[in-house]
């Protein structure tokens, strides 16, 4: 078991602040990802979890106890760093096999191991093939008891899927999660991907330039971001963030004091066919939904209708939404507390 905790953790290199007083708590047996853009400091923070750097100010805990001194041989965390990918030239046996041996455990050790995490992932019958002989869902789930036959208190994980295809790292996800609640592991997992964040962490942070903008579940983050930054960092079509001028053009006659910009998730703008400002510019039909692209007052609005609606380009539609499902957001980009 393993909870990690940091302290008003800064890190800087040379003039660059790769993380900015970040405080957090990565509760044990947690699938915690770290979601933010290129250089946002999420790699930075695995690092210093392993010990491979050090923070500047601050402290790190794990499992309550400060880890400033203990080295990263003894900190009993393990990093994937490889890629979810096979070796081609060995069994799928040998691939488990291959941090153990790496590492000379003894081989009594490595049996018993590789039989537990093969026999979790149900590849007990696969191990004898090689890697060119198996499905790619059968090669993922090699990898995958690869990077978790060692045994420490907690993985941590660099964007281990993004080489691989749309289908397959979607499947490889779902597997990692299960995995992960069936060993009962402490699991950071560093994705730039909002979908795979959402799908499976229990827990995320948002990271922007080293700075941590928003912690929680990611439905919490989803439904009450604190900001416009974390607001559009999730969600597909990203979140409509307008200026409070145009609230008349989704029929929002009212506005919290001190809103400067309104935020509609696409899934919650209606549309109303029969005339109104809006001009229907684009129809992207996607099967279950298809996402209209609507400009009016010289921006473009997206709606994420159910189905493919009976709508034609340059249709004329008003718009409107739920004023309990719009977000009101000031000047700096903050949440209103109206939004909480
Ligand atoms: N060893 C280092 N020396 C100098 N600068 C570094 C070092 N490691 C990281 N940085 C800088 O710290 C900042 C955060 O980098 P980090 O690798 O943590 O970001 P990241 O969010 O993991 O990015 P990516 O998604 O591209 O992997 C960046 O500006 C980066 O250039």
């Not at 509760?27 to 500047?56: H, M, V």
Request: hydrophobic share 40%.
């Amino acid at each position: 078991m393993a909870s990690i905790r940091f302290q008003n953790v800064t890190k800087r290199f040379g003039d660059i602040v790769a993380l900015d007083d970040a405080s957090f708590e990565i509760r044990d047996n947690a699938f915690f990802c770290l979601f933010g853009p290129p250089l946002s400091g999420k790699s930075t923070i695995l690092k210093l979890i392993l010990g491979l750097e050090t923070p500047d100010t601050g402290g790190i805990f794990i499992d309550g106890q400060p880890v400033a001194h203990v080295s990263p041989a003894k900190r009993n965390v393990a990093m994937v760093f490889q890629n979810l990918a096979l070796f081609p030239h060995m069994s799928a046996l040998d691939n488990v096999r291959f941090p153990l041996v790496e590492r000379k455990i003894p081989e009594a050790q490595i049996r018993a191991r590789v039989a537990q995490v093969t026999e979790k992932l149900h590849i007990g019958h696969i191990l004898g093939k090689p890697p060119a002989q198996l499905s790619g869902g059968e090669r993922q789930r090699v990898a995958i008891a690869r990077a978790l036959v060692r045994d420490p208190a907690a993985y941590l994980m660099d964007d281990p899927i993004s080489a691989l295809d749309a289908r397959l790292r979607e499947e490889t996800r779902v597997e990692l999660r299960r995995i992960q609640q069936e060993m009962q592991k402490t699991l950071v997992y560093v994705t730039h991907d909002q979908e795979e964040a959402m799908s499976v962490a229990d827990g995320m942070a948002v990271l922007e330039s080293g700075r941590i903008r928003q912690i929680g579940t990611p439905e919490d983050l989803y439904r009450q971001p604190n900001s416009t930054y974390v607001a559009e960092m999730l969600g597909a079509p990203r979140i409509n963030v307008i200026p409070g001028d145009m609230a008349g053009v989704i029929a929002l006659p009212n506005l919290p004091a001190g809103a400067a910009r309104i935020g509609i998730r696409p899934e919650n703008l209606r549309v109303n066919p029969g005339g109104g400002e809006g001009t229907i510019s684009e129809i992207e039909p996607l099967g279950a939904f298809t996402t209209l692209s609507i400009d009016a007052r010289g921006q473009t609005l997206k709606a994420s209708l159910r189905g493919q609606p009976d709508l034609q380009t340059g249709a004329h539609v008003s718009l409107s939404v739920d004023p309990a499902r719009a977000h009101f957001f000031d000047a700096a980009g903050n949440a209103l507390a109206v939004d909480a």
